[in-house]
């Protein structure tokens, strides 16, 4: 691959392969979050139970987080191009099962138990599959550009996924309304097919070679557990983001904001929905031209810190014009810690090694976001809505200081070379 000058916005998108992998992953992004907001909806139309809801993403979550490791470890000793395929193809499979279930002469003759339980094991499936690709599809992209736009990759890679976190919800709603759950995993399904179209136009890359080739799977994975512990530079990275999503994120306890505390009402309440994906979509495009990775380490601890302020803003405001600002600020700090924190992850770990610490990364982002959801409910249940960020929003800034002192000598460090542990 030929050199890319630094200064390119537009680097990383120069590359077709590169282009097809995050066009995959645009198009997935908005194909799971269709399937996950109609399907949602439609348990909460047929049951009347918050919970049901909440066991969508448990019955995920359990699955996904329980095989990242393996799929780490596959990812650095197989062909990644065809791991994705079997993955895609393996969601494709619990989505084709999702439309059959929501079909009425299904539903008649299951129980609504049955047909609950049947629900929640096709939506494990999504979580097992989802275990394989999410490593493997962020390993890859390391093989698909130079080192020297990883930082732009990272950015574009991003924004592709927060357009599609932003796009997914507004057509799943459109296409509900207007087709049905039957109708819009349809629609799913045929986003799926040209994620798997996008996939096969990429090459297959050969497997790099592990100096340790015969080592032992657990062996193998406590060599990426280790790895990261032994990298600073990535270790305080992940703890970072997963104590700043633990404590700081309010996404699941917005409804409260929107109908007790603003009174905006379900409207406001999609709108507070929409601002951190706005302020991480806006900023991470900018990061295309004015990139964060040149103080690397001082930035991604700057914008956390970002986060817990406008996390503490959010709380004190009854405005919604100052609600609305503090979650885009909020989403903006967060993608600069996004772009940070991939450029860390595609630089630093050797190629033999970069699937399994990508593996320990997506544990990170979805035990953070699973039981991040889970303490924002518990503790606004125990010390009330406002309390309950206030006291995230602390915990982030604490958090952040704890890093600060015990990571200064990361402080000069760039990303032009590899960071050693």
């Not at 390993?139 to 550009?145: D, Q």
């Amino acid at each position: 691959m030929s050199t890319v000058a630094r200064h390119d916005a537009f680097a990383a998108l120069r590359f077709p392969e590169f282009r097809r992998l995050i066009g995959a992953s645009f198009l997935l992004t908005c194909a799971l979050l269709i399937q996950e907001i109609a399907l949602a909806y439609e348990l909460y139309r047929i049951t009347g139970d918050p919970l049901s809801l909440g066991l969508i993403g448990l019955a995920e979550a359990v699955p996904f987080i329980g095989l990242a490791l393996f799929g780490g470890y596959l990812a650095d000793r197989r062909e990644k191009r065809g791991l994705i395929r079997i993955s895609l193809g393996v969601i494709l499979l619990a989505s084709l099962l999702l439309w059959l279930l929501s079909q009425p002469w299904v539903r008649e003759t299951l129980s609504r138990t049955g047909w609950l339980w049947a629900v929640y094991l096709s939506v494990s499936v999504l979580g097992l599959a989802r275990g394989v690709l999410s490593p493997t599809a962020s390993s890859l992209r390391a093989f698909l550009v130079p080192r020297e736009v990883y930082g732009n990759a990272a950015t574009w890679s991003s924004s592709c996924w927060q357009a599609g976190a932003i796009l997914g919800p507004v057509a799943a709603g459109f296409a509900y309304a207007a087709v049905g759950l039957s109708g819009s995993l349809l629609g799913v399904m045929a986003l799926l097919l040209c994620c798997q179209w996008l996939v096969a136009g990429i090459a297959p890359r050969p497997v790099p070679p592990d100096p340790k080739e015969q080592t032992a799977l657990w062996q193998s994975l406590r060599e990426g557990l280790g790895y990261v512990r032994r990298t600073p530079i990535i270790l305080y990275a992940l703890a970072l983001d997963m104590f700043s999503v633990l404590f700081g994120g309010v996404v699941a306890i917005l409804p409260i904001f929107a109908e007790d505390i603003l009174k905006v009402g379900p409207e406001g309440l999609g709108w507070l929905r929409a601002a951190p994906a706005l302020g991480a979509v806006l900023t991470i495009l900018t990061c295309a031209w004015l990139p964060p990775t040149g103080r690397p380490w001082r930035n991604l601890l700057l914008a956390v810190l970002g986060f817990g302020v406008a996390t503490l803003v959010f709380a004190l405001s009854r405005q919604m014009w100052l609600s609305l600002l503090a979650l885009f600020l909020t989403g903006a700090c967060d993608s600069i810690s996004v772009v940070i924190r991939q450029t860390i992850l595609q630089i630093v770990p050797p190629d033999h090694l970069r699937g399994r610490v990508q593996s320990v990364n997506s544990i990170f982002i979805s035990s953070s976001n699973e039981l991040g959801a889970f303490e924002s409910g518990a503790a606004a249940r125990l010390i009330g809505t406002v309390p309950s960020v206030l006291f995230g929003g602390a915990m982030t800034l604490g958090v952040v200081a704890a890093i600060w002192r015990r990571s200064r000598a990361l402080f000069d460090e760039r990303l032009t070379h590899e960071v050693r542990g």
